[in-house]
């Protein structure tokens, strides 16, 4: 009797194999296709040729979002992971067999840079979920828009283009980005405006965005820059001192660049030029009013109208305030008299003078103060070539160190003297150019120069015979003054007679007269005496006049001829 060999689970696999497609080709790990054959709550019963049927949920077969659109007979692609469970049954899956479709598709869609459609439906660290006809790709939040998205529920569970920015199949990792989408798309509209946009052209924009420099403006689909010097001609610190977000403002176009697409605008432009005949308005040495709208180390700047402003170098703020910061001498919003120093309209650029339009204090000196006239004041500094005095008007007159006292060094005069002390001085000569008033104080002690001698000299010449009154007698010599308020001087002991006997100060007595030569004058400008020169000079006008050498005449024999006219003569 013939025994009937029945298949084992072996043979089974193997028919089957080879009704799928050959020997070498596993059925499971495969995307097929199979029929809805019933429905049991919410699974699908799907037979897809094997032994048994296989279950699948229905929320497989919906989008997300949305409910499963699934009836008995439908035909559909599932995955199987296994021909057969513990229980018999194939186990299958419909989220496999779309994400295997879907990688394939969206592979082909990566390499040829295509846009995708996908659904964003959840949300992770960083960023959301996105179905992508069943392949689940990862939307960084970066990537969500153009400008960063408080609240991305209006997005969600809605179709919609994506990018695909990197995938790893190997790895089940796709990246993506709606951000490049939406910029692509800005460009495109970007670009068709800019060529409908020329330069000069008035438009109404919507202000975007606010920064210390300027202003962006919304020209209806791209952004413009107005610059924080091109919304008003007057000075804009900040531009919400003008303009706020949101406000619709009038704008021209100044430039555009069609390669970078960026456009500059300006309201100020709009307006009229206030400093078209600035040179008519402001005319040199006119004095005007304006206000201070800000200060720098180099000087500050003086708004004389809307949209004009000049600079006051800080050498023109005062006439005695030197090397000191402007803030010092004004303040912000301070309304100040100035005077026009220059104007050159090209450069728009204006010159003021503080100082020249109030009253020079060297000039007003000079006309309270000539020269000769005793003045007051406190010494505000003694430095090694004199003294620095505080006079009347805020100014300062300085007395060398050879005019503070007579008969000592300078050096110990200026010992004499301290800071703070107050003194009295001479006018000696004010220079209103140079802005410098001399003093003299020595000038006013007993024996000082006269008035005529103040203003520039001595009062006699090197050379000259004058009388002179004994006005102290020392054991170096005499101190003598010329005539009753002439120049005061010194003759040495050597200089009072060419014999040694003669050489004596105690022979002269004070108030006594006599005459002597000037020989010459100190440091201080005080003259130098002499009688022992006045005799020499004498002695050789006599020689010269009356005999030589060879005239057999005697030296006494001349001096006595010379003497007798002398005495003729004052007879």
């Known amino acids: 009797m013939a025994t009937t060999a029945f298949p084992s689970r072996d043979d089974f696999a193997a028919m089957l194999n080879e009704q799928l497609g050959g020997e070498n080709e596993a059925f499971e790990g495969r995307v097929v296709k199979g029929t809805v054959t019933a429905i049991e709550n919410d699974l699908a019963v799907i037979d897809v040729g094997l032994k048994s049927e296989g279950r699948v949920a229905l929320r497989e077969f919906a989008a997300p979002g949305?409910?499963?659109?699934?009836?008995?007979?439908?035909?559909?692609?599932?995955?199987?992971?296994?021909?057969?469970?513990?229980?018999?049954?194939?186990?299958?899956?419909?989220?496999?067999?779309?994400?295997?479709?879907?990688?394939?598709?969206?592979?082909?869609?990566?390499?040829?840079?295509?846009?995708?459609?996908?659904?964003?439906?959840?949300?992770?660290?960083?960023?959301?979920?996105?179905?992508?006809?069943?392949?689940?790709?990862?939307?960084p939040g970066s990537q969500v828009d153009i400008r960063p998205v408080r609240d991305v529920a209006p997005l969600m569970d809605i179709a919609q283009p994506f990018q695909i920015l990197k995938m790893d199949r190997r790895r089940g990792n796709i990246v993506v980005s709606r951000r490049a989408i939406l910029e692509e798309t800005r460009a495109e509209q970007r670009s068709g405006l800019i060529q409908s946009l020329e330069e000069g052209q008035v438009i109404d924009g919507v202000v975007k965005n606010i920064t210390d420099y300027g202003a962006f403006v919304d020209l209806g689909g791209i952004d413009g820059l107005l610059h924080v010097t091109d919304i008003s001609y007057k000075r804009v610190n900040h531009p919400s001192e003008v303009i706020a977000i949101g406000d619709t403002v009038k704008v021209q176009i100044i430039r555009i660049n069609r390669d970078t697409q960026r456009i500059s605008l300006g309201m100020k432009q709009l307006e009229s030029d206030p400093w078209e005949g600035a040179a008519a308005k402001y005319p040199i040495e006119g004095t005007f009013t304006g206000r201070v709208t800000n200060i720098t180390e180099y000087g500050a700047f003086v708004e004389l109208e809307p949209g004009i402003e000049g600079l006051v170098h800080v050498s023109e703020m005062s006439w005695t305030k030197k090397n000191v910061h402007p803030g010092k001498i004004v303040s912000t919003s301070q309304e100040v008299e100035v005077k026009i120093l220059e104007v050159d309209e090209e450069k728009r650029r204006i010159s003021l003078g503080l100082k020249q339009a109030q009253a020079n204090p060297w000039s007003d000196f000079a006309e309270k103060h000539p020269v000769g006239t005793e003045v007051e004041g406190e010494v505000k500094n003694a430095t090694e070539f004199g003294?620095?005095?505080?006079?009347?008007?805020?100014?300062?007159?300085?007395?060398?160190?050879?005019?503070?006292?007579?008969?000592?060094?300078?050096?110990?005069?200026?010992?004499?003297?301290?800071?703070?002390?107050?003194?009295?001085?001479?006018?000696?000569?004010?220079?209103?150019?140079?802005?410098?008033?001399?003093?003299?104080?020595?000038?006013?002690?007993?024996?000082?120069?006269?008035?005529a001698a103040a203003s520039g000299g001595a009062g006699v010449n090197k050379g000259d015979v004058v009388t002179v009154t004994v006005l102290e007698v020392r054991d170096g010599g005499l101190e003598v003054q010329v005539g009753d308020d002439g120049a005061t001087g010194f003759l040495k002991r050597t200089d009072l007679g060419r014999d040694r006997d003669e050489q004596r100060p105690e022979r002269f007595q004070v108030g006594q007269k006599f005459d002597a030569m000037v020989t010459g004058f100190d440091r201080s400008k005080k003259p130098n005496f002499s009688i022992k020169a006045m005799q020499i000079a004498e002695e050789k006008q006599a020689v010269a006049q009356y005999g030589s050498s060879d005239s057999g005449a005697s030296l006494g024999?001349?001096?006595?001829?010379?003497?007798?006219?002398?005495?003729?003569?004052?007879?």
């Open 557 to 571: 024999d001349i001096l006595g001829a010379a003497l007798k006219e002398k005495e003729a003569k004052k007879k």
């Open 387 to 451: 003294l620095f005095i505080g006079l009347p008007g805020d100014v300062d007159g300085m007395v060398h160190m050879s005019d503070i006292a007579w008969g000592v060094s300078g050096e110990e005069a200026l010992a004499l003297h301290h800071k703070g002390e107050t003194v009295k001085a001479v006018v000696l000569d004010v220079d209103v150019e140079k802005e410098r008033i001399s003093l003299g104080m020595k000038q006013l002690e007993r024996g000082g120069v006269s008035a």
């Open 66 to 139: 949305q409910k499963a659109d699934l009836k008995v007979g439908d035909e559909v692609e599932v995955y199987v992971d296994r021909v057969e469970n513990a229980n018999g049954e194939a186990m299958l899956s419909r989220d496999r067999a779309r994400r295997e479709a879907a990688w394939d598709n969206l592979e082909k869609e990566f390499e040829a840079g295509n846009r995708v459609d996908g659904v964003i439906f959840g949300r992770v660290k960083g960023g959301f979920t996105v179905d992508l006809g069943g392949a689940v790709a990862f939307l």
